[in-house]
């Protein structure tokens, strides 16, 4: 099953539609956030309890692969662990270059962001 996701600029935004895919069903360990900027991806985890995608999603050997890598690799690589394929990870990555903030939903059917 392909993960779900839908890129944001706005944060209150982001929050909101975390929020309305929560009342929906979908389980917290199911829920991620990406972003360039690591503090704005602390913060926004903290605002809204998403996950991050770490050692748990990637493995330990792919996060030991990570600290060589560049951050752009590195949101690949994580990407592709979580079930996208290279080209969508790839034209994800591009826009977070712009400043987005990628939302991710796991093991979900059909989501409604």
Known sequence: MNPKFKLFHNDETLKESIDKIRNNGVRDEDIYILSHDNDHVRRSRKETDA?????????????????????????????????????????????????????IVTNQDEVTF
Do not use: C, P, Q
Request: zero cysteines; aromatic letters at 4%; hydrophobic letters at 35%.
């Open 51 to 103: 996950n991050k995608v770490g050692v748990k999603v990637t493995g330990i050997g792919t996060a030991t692969k990570n600290i060589f890598r560049s951050k752009d690799d590195k949101l690949v690589s994580k990407m592709k662990e979580i079930g996208f394929d290279v080209k969508k990870a790839e034209e994800l990555e591009e826009e977070l270059d712009k400043g987005k903030t990628l939302l």
